[in-house]
């Protein structure tokens, strides 16, 4: 299993990002997968995550109405969408997936709101 992520920078306060998630070595279609995101000496802390057809999703309330994640089965990728960013999003974003009981991640990406 591989997740690659991608996207990440330095944008300013109210900017757009849209992070990608490239997996590869497992049946992308058949799980759910999610991103996370975390602050040096903080927890990692769940942003958002979609089913495996892309039927459901779910939000953290701290970026409810601001990010959506949505995926390309046909791409093995999944995406984050961010709008509206506030410094406080600044962190390093993950992609994971849980397969038989074990949790996979990517080595993440740095997103930066700074003006």
């Known amino acids: 299993v591989q997740l690659v992520e991608s996207g990440g920078g330095l944008v300013q306060p109210g900017g757009s990002l849209r992070l990608s998630c490239a997996a590869s070595?497992?049946?992308?279609?058949?799980?759910?997968m999610n991103w996370y995101r975390q602050v040096a000496g903080k927890e990692r802390e769940l942003v958002a995550g979609?089913?495996?057809?892309?039927?459901?999703?779910n939000y953290a309330d701290s970026v409810k109405g601001r990010f959506t994640i949505s995926r390309d089965n046909a791409k093995n990728t999944v995406y984050l969408q961010m709008n509206s960013l506030k410094p406080e999003d600044t962190a390093v974003y993950y992609c994971?997936?849980?397969?038989?009981?074990?949790?996979?991640w990517g080595k993440g990406t740095l997103v930066t709101v700074s003006s």
């Open positions: 070595g497992f049946t992308f279609s058949s799980y759910g």
């Open positions: 979609i089913s495996s057809t892309g039927g459901s999703t």
């Open positions: 994971r997936t849980r397969r038989y009981g074990m949790d996979y």
